[in-house]
């Protein structure tokens, strides 16, 4: 937080703007100074010969003619640079390595999504600087918040359901609602949430060479063995479904599992036939075949004609190509190649017996060295997989639109563990609307041991 946490540091902050030279050791200081600059500011006639204002910060290409735009984007400049000096002091009390990107857009930043509300309880106050609001936030609200030992709090903001049972999480927490940063790259620019991460960002950077540390099973080198470890984490299944056998890497995975697996829901529906499908990805793929475009391949002397720009790469592949490799999967128990991995899968089950993991309605497959992708045989499971609990769904009845057997039951395991927190699940249709649904989680870190699971013995 800006000046809401008074961190004792011998901080410098440098003014940017044209022909100024000001730098202060006060944050304070700074900030007001920055903020003496917007008179100043430069008008020229843009694109549309319309009269805007142009920001003069260094590097900075912005024009607008929303005065609070404006106003917000040049405060801003103040805050990411406080940021920046922040970042160069925890770069050199660390002795991090330096940063390698690029520097062209050191003083480049999002633009301004939606104007600065407090969304607090209904507070509903209006600011023109994010350090403003962020002070407003942290000074009025979350000062005064009252919790008591081992009692959840909840997060106030308009829209959000978190509840913990530490203050200092929501604090930490409201830091995402309110657009806080902790540092700054002083040399690409990015804005990090924490000192952590910043640290990662610069240590991520060390030369990575074929002897650095590799993973073994998405075979990605890190530059250092920490690196590494955290990596790995996210081969691991932790969570595991409570109508299937089947366990997921993160509470998303399971989400989106669950809600195409067993959710009876097909909301999306096309507009030109009684189709109705489960996802964005299926309903823009069926859309193709109402679509009157058609790809042609711009080989001279070729008129092929395909309804999807994959289907002409391939095409183009095939015949235009030296050396084309279309088998791009590989059995891993005998020298066959294929070109689809559907076509893999019946041969591991017709021709080599092997099964799928219970609760698996299909392979995984993982790219190799040679380019192939081949099975991944074995699954990094946690020895204390959490068993997500019973479905609570709240929906319009008339939103089922699909046959039974076109899901798998939805029968909820019997003694299923009480775990604290929840994990929203949100159904959306086409046309935004939204079929709430939850089930229990945890809170739990994952666990550092970890089982390999055979695939296909």
Known sequence: MAFATKCRMDLTVICQWKD????????????????????????????????????????????????EEITWHVKYHGFHAILKAKGDNVAKSHKLPPCTLSSLESNTFPNRGTPLICQWNSCN?????????????????????????????????????????????LIDHVRMHTGDKAVACSHCGQMHANKTKFINHRNRQLPITEQSPQC???????????????????????????????????????????????????????????????????????????????????????????????????????????????????????????TRGAKLTKHLCSKHKVTKTSGYSRFEYRREEDGYYRLQTTRLESLEVVEIGEWVVVCDSESKEVAEEDVDDPTPIEHIKNINGTLPIEVKDNENIVISCNVVTTDQDLPPEARVVAIGE
């Open 20 to 67: 100024c030279s000001y730098f202060s050791k006060s944050q304070e200081d700074f900030y007001d100074h920055v903020k003496d600059h917007l008179p100043h500011l430069e008008v020229v006639s843009n694109s549309e010969s319309e009269e805007c204002y142009k920001c003069l910060w260094l590097n900075c290409t912005l024009q607008s003619t929303d005065t």
């Open 216 to 338: 073994s099973h998405c075979l990605v080198h890190f530059p250092n063995v920490r690196f590494l470890r955290i990596h790995m984490r996210q081969h691991v299944h932790l969570y595991k479904c409570c109508y299937c056998d089947i366990t997921c890497s993160t509470v998303s995975i399971l989400s989106a599992h669950i809600k195409y697996r067993h959710l009876p829901y097909k909301p999306f529906k096309c507009t030109e036939c009684s189709y109705v499908c489960k996802s964005k990805i299926d309903l823009s793929k069926h859309m193709m075949t109402h679509s009157g475009n058609i790809f042609i391949c711009a080989q001279e002397g070729c008129n092929a004609q395909y309804r999807t720009v994959y289907s002409l790469d391939r095409h183009f592949e095939k015949e235009h190509t030296e050396n084309p490799q279309l088998s791009k999967f590989a059995c891993h128990l005998c020298s066959k190649t294929f």
């Open 125 to 169: 106050e209006k600011f023109s600087g994010q350090i403003e609001l962020i002070n407003h936030v942290h000074f009025y609200h979350l000062l005064f918040l009252q919790s008591k030992s081992k009692e959840r709090v909840k997060c106030q903001w308009t829209g959000c359901s978190l509840t913990t049972t530490k203050k200092s999480k």
